[in-house]
């Protein structure tokens, strides 16, 4: 059992940076295709971005293409999602996510992912 566990998020204002970590725990991460979502209230969960097992390619959503980046480190089995020029509309849970096969197509569909972490929450004051 693949177990991924948030952290680093919180309130920040606009225009701000934050970085979320996603640790997992399972010795073959660098196995893994890692993706990172995120879900406002009353909205559907969103893909924002996904990495590699390598690290080596990246995709990411067009609405933080420039303001976020997504990195990993196989190494401490950890997954980043450096987040800069926050804005109100980014107040969200975000979501880290894993897989174990490595397709480009479909790592945009939340459908594609078997792990999920708990979430951690990011608030944007304007």
């Known amino acids: 059992q693949v177990q991924l566990v948030e952290s680093g998020g919180g309130l920040v204002q606009s225009g701000g940076s934050l970085r979320l970590s996603c640790a997992a725990s399972?010795?073959?991460?660098?196995?893994?295709?890692m993706g990172w979502f995120r879900q406002a209230p009353g909205k559907e969960r969103e893909f924002l971005t996904a990495?590699?097992?390598?690290?080596?390619?990246?995709y990411y959503t067009e609405s933080v293409k420039g303001r976020f980046t997504i990195s990993r480190d196989n190494a401490k089995n950890t997954v980043y999602l450096q987040m800069s020029s926050l804005l109100p509309e980014d107040t969200a849970i975000y979501y880290c996510?894993?897989?174990?096969?490595?397709?480009?197509?479909?790592?945009?569909?939340?459908?594609?992912?078997?792990?999920w972490g708990q979430g951690t929450p990011v608030t944007v004051s304007s």
């Open positions: 996510a894993g897989k174990k096969t490595y397709i480009a197509a479909g790592l945009r569909s939340q459908y594609a992912y078997d792990y």
């Open positions: 990495i590699s097992p390598s690290g080596g390619s990246t």
């Open positions: 399972v010795r073959t991460f660098s196995l893994y295709t």
